[in-house]
């Protein structure tokens, strides 16, 4: 199986399927590469070059007990990209995942990136702060994560209803909800508790404003797990030169609810804008 080095040796597993520009997946907490299954398969059969890869600690990369900041995965970001010499990149990032694409720009700038993809994303802040007054209280925050990580498998299913929206007419299987749900439990318990500190409580909003490269940011509105009020429509307002999309009644697991909207939007946007 394919893999390569993270920035500090981690090993990490990637795939690569198809030919032609290439769009890398960079997925959310908990989930893997696996999970891009219904924009990666398509997106590749339609003459795009796909790739994905495991984060540390999730799926079949190493799970290391480390390295779980914004500034490492950025750079385990890099690391594949340099792998695998990527050039003229789209980068599309779900959740946060947005976190690591916007930090990665900021370490390693623009040479090998043209675009970027930022879905259900939960840039920029969503604690609260004295100047985030919005945000998430601190301590709701902590009482979430105790109750989360006391028994994952059962928070996750019972969780999986408004992860999907499925009370709003998405319509998936019980098959492919399980699937989903057991694709979120393949990662540590380090790393589970880890990413989501990284993701809710990096302060992301002066370098999200400082983005230089043309930016589709596509958000449901009925996402209960970064809610659209404090994440997707204030990075609409954020960055610049960004095309802002909101999918009706869709939830955080919208690149399956909606893949074919979403995949239709990224054949758009990756063929329709240049640099």
């Given at each position: 199986?394919?893999?390569?080095?993270?920035?500090?040796?981690?090993?990490?597993?990637?795939?690569d399927w198809g030919q032609g520009k290439p769009v890398v997946f960079v997925s959310g907490a908990w989930l893997s590469s696996s999970a891009w299954e219904f924009q990666m398969l398509p997106l590749s059969e339609e003459?795009?070059?796909?790739?994905?890869?495991?984060?540390?600690?999730?799926?079949?990369?190493?799970?290391?007990d480390h390295g779980f900041d914004y500034d490492t995965l950025a750079d385990d970001l890099a690391a594949l990209l340099d792998h695998l010499d990527l050039r003229e990149v789209t980068l599309v990032a779900h959740s946060m995942g947005g976190g690591e694409v916007i930090r990665y720009l900021t370490r390693h700038g623009y040479d090998r990136v043209s675009r970027v993809v930022l879905l259900s994303v939960t840039a920029p802040l969503m604690i609260w702060t004295p100047d985030n007054p919005e945000g998430v209280p601190q301590d709701a925050f902590d009482a979430l994560m105790a109750v989360r990580t006391k028994d994952r498998p059962r928070w996750m299913a019972q969780n999986a209803q408004a992860f999907f929206a499925t009370h709003l007419g998405?319509?998936?299987s019980t098959e492919l909800v399980e699937w989903t749900v057991q694709r979120c439990l393949d990662c540590s318990a380090k790393a589970a508790v880890e990413?989501?500190?990284?993701?809710?409580?990096?302060?992301l909003r002066e370098e999200a404003g400082a983005l230089r490269v043309?930016?589709?940011?596509?958000?449901?509105?009925?996402?209960?797990?970064?809610?659209?009020?404090?994440?997707?429509?204030?990075?609409?307002?954020?960055v610049p030169d960004s095309i802002y999309k909101e999918y009706p009644l869709a939830g955080h697991?919208?690149?399956i609810t909606h893949a074919e909207q979403?995949?239709?939007?990224?054949?758009?946007?990756?063929?329709?804008t240049s640099v």
């Amino acid at each position: 199986m394919p893999y390569f080095e993270g920035s500090d040796g981690t090993r990490l597993f990637y795939t690569d399927w198809g030919q032609g520009k290439p769009v890398v997946f960079v997925s959310g907490a908990w989930l893997s590469s696996s999970a891009w299954e219904f924009q990666m398969l398509p997106l590749s059969e339609e003459g795009l070059r796909c790739v994905a890869f495991d984060k540390r600690g999730h799926g079949r990369s190493d799970w290391v007990d480390h390295g779980f900041d914004y500034d490492t995965l950025a750079d385990d970001l890099a690391a594949l990209l340099d792998h695998l010499d990527l050039r003229e990149v789209t980068l599309v990032a779900h959740s946060m995942g947005g976190g690591e694409v916007i930090r990665y720009l900021t370490r390693h700038g623009y040479d090998r990136v043209s675009r970027v993809v930022l879905l259900s994303v939960t840039a920029p802040l969503m604690i609260w702060t004295p100047d985030n007054p919005e945000g998430v209280p601190q301590d709701a925050f902590d009482a979430l994560m105790a109750v989360r990580t006391k028994d994952r498998p059962r928070w996750m299913a019972q969780n999986a209803q408004a992860f999907f929206a499925t009370h709003l007419g998405n319509s998936l299987s019980t098959e492919l909800v399980e699937w989903t749900v057991q694709r979120c439990l393949d990662c540590s318990a380090k790393a589970a508790v880890e990413v989501i500190r990284t993701g809710c409580c990096t302060d992301l909003r002066e370098e999200a404003g400082a983005l230089r490269v043309p930016t589709l940011i596509i958000h449901g509105d009925a996402d209960a797990s970064a809610p659209i009020d404090l994440c997707g429509r204030r990075m609409a307002k954020l960055v610049p030169d960004s095309i802002y999309k909101e999918y009706p009644l869709a939830g955080h697991g919208l690149f399956i609810t909606h893949a074919e909207q979403l995949n239709q939007d990224l054949v758009d946007f990756i063929e329709g804008t240049s640099v």
